[in-house]
């Protein structure tokens, strides 16, 4: 794939202003907009282009690497000392007789066996032989409030990719086997000229696999996977919070070439309850009684994520006070204990002119007052 010039895609000089890299990315995507140029192929390829170049020449830390290294210095894992040192090394082999001019892919190959230095130069240049992990997908879902509390089954429908059952991963037609490279023998590189430091370059006929492929399945097109709409079974545990990802081992997408499935992460988005809050796996709820239960106490039934249960109120309660009912918050999950609930009293006044006289008498038993205390 030839190396892209984002400097020309957007129509710029090299030394734009970052206000003449907007000013252009604007007026070109208005002009290459899907929306605007519906089943235009072209202007939809157009498009990404520019979103790429833009991407690219609107973040200075990028733009600057692009500037050095091409689209190579993009990518993930780049080394900018490594190579730097590398084109030090070439210019003084030049100078020492050699001709020899700077390309990624001979990076990545003369640092290949160091801490994993090529692999990061070889992406996107050659193919990798050996299996590789499917990637993980990522999903959100929004749960009520309880279900996070207590834990629940659902199920999710998306579409992902999986293993090919025609080929079952290989990319080739049945009965049609990969071939051993003539031209590099299987290694996947060859000598390139006759420098005395044996470097090697990537095989261009094998793209560094060292097989020719068979014929491609009709099934994925010679991917090894296709793309399947499926519905997953998910066990949400008690407790789960908003933002903390839910790992699937196995349910993201299909390997390559043998390698193992991605994960499925699922991030919740817990909706409020009216009623309860919660810090943690403890709970808490307000909870309204009479002036006569807060008097008298009481023993009241009392709503929780678990099922109603009986709750003493002690003689004498005030608004604001809380009781703690153990093992009645989050439920409990493998190891880890069920929280509390804490129900925070609320003392509701009736408003009505018999409950006033009665409050009148109420008033005449207190005797002293009751901010008598209350001083800053």
Known sequence: MAERDFYQILGIKRNASPEEVRSAYRKLARKYHPDINPGNKQAENMFKDLSVAYDVLSDEKKRKLYDEFGEAGLAAGFDADKARSYQQWQQQSARSGGAYQFNMDDLGDLFGGVGGFGDFFRQGTRAQAGPARGQDIESSMDIDFLDAVRGFQTAISLQRPVTCETCRGAGTKPGSAPATCPECRGSGTKPMGQSPLQMRQTCPRCMGTGQLPGDPCASCRGTGRVVRAETIRVNIPPGAEPGKQIRLRGKGEAGIRGGPPGDLLITPRIRPHPLLTRAGRDLTMELPITVGEALRGA??????????????????????????????????????????????????????????????????????????????
Do not use: C, E, F, W
């Open 299 to 376: 023993q009241i039934d009392v709503p929780t994520p678990g099922g109603t249960i009986k709750v003493k109120i002690p003689a004498g309660a005030q608004s604001g006070q809380q009781l703690r009912i153990k093992g009645k918050g989050v439920a409990a999950h493998g190891q880890t204990p069920a929280g509390d609930l804490y129900l925070r009293l609320m003392i509701r006044v009736p408003k009505d002119k018999v409950a006033q006289n009665a409050i009148d008498s109420i008033d005449q038993a207190y005797g002293d007052d009751v901010r008598k205390g209350v001083r800053l």
